[in-house]
């Protein structure tokens, strides 16, 4: 059966169930419309639909959008009622248990918004040294949130690339060291990469810092959400009974983060603990339900986290070309953005490259190529300082042999909008590895890039994480940057065997990069026509969405972008 017919007899299933289980008081496809298109804001993480809004990806089969599908809502009692499955508030339709959850999350940080921290001093810095010279590089808007350290338990920052969060973390940490010298301090984001490199950017920032915390600021350990919430197969193991020994929490990449993710911080967090959440309004939603991150930048909740809220607009790290074009997606709808492209001018820091979809371009396999001789000449050398019928990292060479094996990996990032069809994941693949692909990792040949898909606390892999297939003489390892408590950047061999489940990552999805930046980065944006059911498709035909997967693609690039588009996309 194909993936489009399966979709959608899963969505014939799923509304033949529900009028089972919920028969409407009057049948209708304008209900069927409502059904499909929640279930598609869902598929890319979202819970609510705007029915002021029009949905040109959807052929819907009621006529008369929204006001006809609204009356046969209405009529249907699939709202109004105490246990209706749907829920439409402020022209925001939902289902309902969605609705509650955002809810519930949304009062419980309100509740934590409403204390006022311990430290019980003027926001001012009179609790610092006068040598901390990291003062003289913030603005209004970064000395607004520093400053908020000494009044509230809750702390919302937002802002795109460049906007200097990283510097205004620090100086958070500096006041809250300066206010409180024994605090117990976490660093945290949701995936494995996300938060090695906010770790990463962090201690680089304290390289030129002159202040007599550099040094507790360079121990507080950075682990990701799952690590400190203890997961495993049943749950979280940090909750409301058995909570994180912590006065203050950073979590990075907010955008990533989900209705579980956040349910579990805030259960495992004293109510009266600090809570700094940091993220990118205009990045992905999480692959997992609920977009909290971008409920909270909504007017309608402005309000009520006014206090706390504060938006970086200032560009503090700048990427020239390529951060401006970032806000030319930003700001300009999808033709024109493509139109822009066409007259771009060649430079060393951006690309545009046209070709057919049928086939991966040249200059894609190119730079696999390129990347594999580099690797496979530094995993000989790794080979070189230990046994290469055991290998194992017991030698300082051997460490920083691997550590630059890992970094070379990291510099180059191959993204695809979807995992299925022309310019994908598995188009790359097949493409690469042939035949070998199907097989498996145990056909996998010595420098593939790999992908770990689940988390496992045992082996402290976190989901995303990259690695890279080595060969000794009788047995396959993988190499890997893992962290726990007390220990972060570490390299580790690890038998394939353990891993619950991999695949080849010579190219990652869009999505699976947030947190994460290259050096060079190169984005296969193919043609998407448009399907009656857009869960069909991975590229969802909805333009915001489209958008967002287009900035979070520019935003990984720290030097060099390639954008490849397929040739029926130019304008």
């Known amino acids: 059966m194909r993936k489009s017919e399966s979709n959608q007899k899963l969505i014939d299933t799923l509304i033949q169930t529900l009028k089972r289980s919920i028969p409407p008081k009057k049948e209708s496809n304008h209900l069927n419309d409502l059904v499909i298109l929640l279930m598609d804001a869902l598929s890319k993480g979202e819970v609510y639909i705007d029915i002021n809004k029009t949905y040109s990806h959807l052929k819907m089969k009621g006529k008369g959008w929204p006001k006809?599908?609204?009356?046969?809502?209405?009529?249907?009692?699939?709202?109004?009622?105490?246990?209706?499955?749907?829920i439409l508030k402020n022209d925001q339709l939902s289902w309902r248990r969605w609705h509650e959850e955002m809810t519930y999350i949304l009062n419980l940080l309100s509740e934590k918004a409403l204390f006022r921290t311990k430290y019980n001093l003027s926001n001012n810095f009179n609790g610092i040294d006068n040598h901390e010279n990291i003062l003289l590089r913030l603005n209004s808007q970064q000395m607004l949130a520093v400053n908020a350290v000494a009044n509230h338990n809750l702390i919302l920052i937002s802002g795109g690339p460049g906007t200097g969060k990283t510097t205004t973390i620090v100086s958070m940490l500096v006041k809250a060291f300066s206010l409180k010298n024994n605090l117990k301090v976490g660093l945290s984001a949701p995936t494995g990469k996300a938060s090695r490199r906010l770790e990463e950017t962090l201690k680089s920032s304290l390289a030129d810092l002159n202040s007599k915390y550099k040094h507790k600021l360079s121990k507080i350990p950075c682990l990701t959400i799952h690590s400190w919430l203890q997961a495993n197969d049943e749950g979280f193991i940090k909750g409301k009974e058995n909570q994180l020994k912590l006065d203050l929490l950073v979590v990075d990449e907010m955008s990533m983060v989900d209705f579980s993710l956040m349910e579990g911080l805030l259960n495992a967090l004293h109510p009266k603990s600090q809570l700094i959440l940091v993220g990118d309004p205009d990045q992905l939603p999480p692959i997992g339900i609920g977009p909290i991150w971008n409920e909270l930048q909504k007017t309608n909740h402005a309000s009520?986290?006014?206090?706390?809220?504060?938006?970086?607009?200032?560009?503090?790290?700048?990427?020239?070309?390529?951060?401006?074009?970032?806000e030319m997606v930003k700001s300009n709808e999808l033709h024109t953005f493509f139109e822009e492209l066409e007259s771009l001018k060649p430079s060393e820091k951006i690309t545009v490259l046209y070709s057919k979809k049928e086939v991966i371009p040249n200059q894609v396999i190119e730079a696999i190529k390129n990347q594999q001789e580099k690797l496979k000449y530094l995993i000989n050398s790794l080979k070189s300082f230990t046994n290469p019928e055991h290998i194992v990292l017991d030698s300082t060479k051997a460490t920083n042999a691997a550590e630059e094996i890992l970094n070379c990996l990291e510099r180059l990032i191959i993204l695809c909008p979807k995992r299925y069809g022309f310019w994908s994941l598995n188009h790359i693949h097949k493409t690469v590895l042939g035949d070998e692909f199907e097989v498996g990792v145990s056909k996998w040949p010595e420098g593939t890039p790999v992908i770990c898909c689940s988390n496992q606390s045992n082996i402290k892999l976190a989901n995303g994480d990259i690695g890279i297939i080595i060969q000794g003489s009788n047995c396959k390892y993988l190499l890997f940057r893992v962290n726990s408590v007390g220990e972060s950047g570490n390299c580790q061999l690890i038998n394939p065997v353990r891993v619950k489940a991999i695949e080849p990552a010579f190219s990652i999805t869009i999505h699976k990069s947030q947190g994460s930046e290259a050096e060079h980065v190169m984005c296969l944006w193919p043609e998407q026509s448009i399907k009656q059911f857009p869960m069909e498709a991975e590229i969802s035909e909805d333009e915001s969405y489209k958008k967002k997967l287009i900035y979070t693609a520019i935003t990984r690039a720290k030097v060099k972008l390639d954008l490849v588009i397929s040739i029926e996309n130019q304008i």
């Open 68 to 86: 006809m599908h609204l009356k046969a809502l209405q009529a249907s009692g699939w709202i109004g009622e105490e246990n209706s499955p749907m």
């Open 304 to 326: 009520k986290f006014k206090h706390c809220s504060i938006h970086l607009s200032e560009t503090y790290r700048t990427k020239g070309e390529i951060a401006s074009l970032s």
